[in-house]
T-cell receptor, first 114, second 111 residues
């Protein structure tokens, strides 16, 4: 039981390049999330998917797209990377407990855009 | 807009000290309050507090929720260097169960 996995662990891009961050979970969760973390800014929600086939914008969606490929996988795409997108990206999936949800995080992808 | 504020932003203590971390929230529709620990990697879940579970304890860590005053505290007794981390508080009342995170408290425990 791996929980939430993310690839790659680290990536360097040049401005304007594109890439896709992959996320998969094996906990049979319906909800999945993408966050970015910048120093001193905490975790900010980029996009989320409440169930297979649905996606919605979070707090900072500009410059990103997502795909909920199936129940297990939720990918994040940067079409044209910018230095402002340098951050650590976390994927999470959530299980329902006592009328609320607990999110479990993947190990993160450290992205540097030059 | 839902808001979660943590204090202090950073804290330095010596091994063996007791620390209290604070989290206040302003939300339109409270559902739960969660605490996470983040070392140099992903946040890991510690506790979830709800209207039906306002006090949680695990070893040296404990947490309480005050729904009337809209805050929660995380207590760590007999701190160890391994407790050094950023502690994140999050409120889970957003639409579709989204979490709103505070900026975190950086705890440093010196030997």
């Amino acid at each position: 039981n791996a929980g939430v996995t993310q690839t790659p662990k680290f990536q360097v891009l040049k401005t304007g390049q594109s890439m896709t961050l992959q996320c998969a979970q094996d906990m049979n969760h319906n909800s999945m999330y993408w966050y970015r973390q910048d120093p001193g800014m905490g975790l900010r929600l980029i996009y989320y998917s409440a169930s297979e086939g649905t996606t919605d914008k979070g707090e900072v969606p500009n410059g990103y797209n997502v795909s909920r490929l199936n129940k297990r996988e939720f990918s994040l795409r940067l079409e044209s990377a910018a230095p402002s997108q340098t951050a650590v990206y976390f994927c999470a999936s959530a299980g329902r407990v006592a009328g609320s949800e607990i999110q479990y995080f993947g190990p993160g992808t450290r992205l540097l855009v030059l | 807009e839902d808001k979660v504020v943590q204090s202090p932003l950073s804290l330095v203590v010596h091994e063996g000290d007791t620390v209290t971390l604070n989290c206040s929230y302003e939300v339109t529709n409270f559902r739960s309050l969660l605490w996470y620990k983040q070392e140099k990697k992903a946040p890991t879940f510690l506790f979830m507090l709800t209207s039906s579970g306002i006090e949680k304890k695990s070893g040296r860590l404990s947490s309480i929720l005050d729904k009337k005053e809209l805050f929660s505290i995380l207590n760590i007794t007999a701190t160890q260097t391994g407790d050094s981390a950023v502690y994140l508080c999050a409120e889970g009342g957003g639409s579709n169960y989204k979490l709103t995170f505070g900026k975190g408290t950086l705890l440093t425990v010196n030997p």
